[in-house]
């Protein structure tokens, strides 16, 4: 089974910064697209950012443009959202994601293609 664990959430004031961290362990028998996730409290889970097997391609959500940027390091089967410019609207649980069974191909999932989710880390952002 791939375990997906994220780290690196924390209580912040707005304008601050915070970088989370999210690592696949376990049966990882290739590297996978990957993305993140969040959700506040009385809200639905939204899409914030996504990430390509290699690394190069990325998409990200237009309220965390210029502000968030995802990335990854494939030789630690790891995965980090940089958190800039933080304000109280992103406060929420930050989930991770990956697509499972993905195949070869080198693309961006659509957010209903992710099939596996980390345990969530909580990010706080006050005035």
């Known amino acids: 089974q791939v375990q997906l664990v994220e780290s690196g959430g924390g209580l912040v004031q707005a304008g601050g910064s915070l970088r989370l961290s999210c690592a696949a362990s376990?049966?990882?028998?290739?590297?996978?697209?990957m993305a993140w996730f969040r959700q506040a409290p009385g809200k639905e889970r939204e899409f914030v950012a996504a990430?390509?097997?290699?690394?190069?391609?990325?998409r990200h959500a237009d309220n965390v443009k210029g502000r968030f940027t995802i990335s990854r390091a494939n030789a630690l089967n790891t995965v980090y959202l940089q958190m800039n410019s933080l304000k109280p609207e992103d406060t929420a649980i930050y989930y991770c994601?990956?697509?499972?069974?993905?195949?070869?191909?080198?693309?961006?999932?659509?957010?209903?293609?992710?099939?596996?989710w980390g345990q969530g880390t909580q990010v706080t952002v006050s005035l």
């Open positions: 990430i390509s097997r290699s690394g190069t391609n990325t």
């Open positions: 376990g049966r990882t028998f290739s590297t996978y697209p």
């Open positions: 994601a990956a697509k499972l069974f993905s195949g070869s191909y080198d693309y961006v999932p659509t957010s209903s293609e992710f099939n596996s």
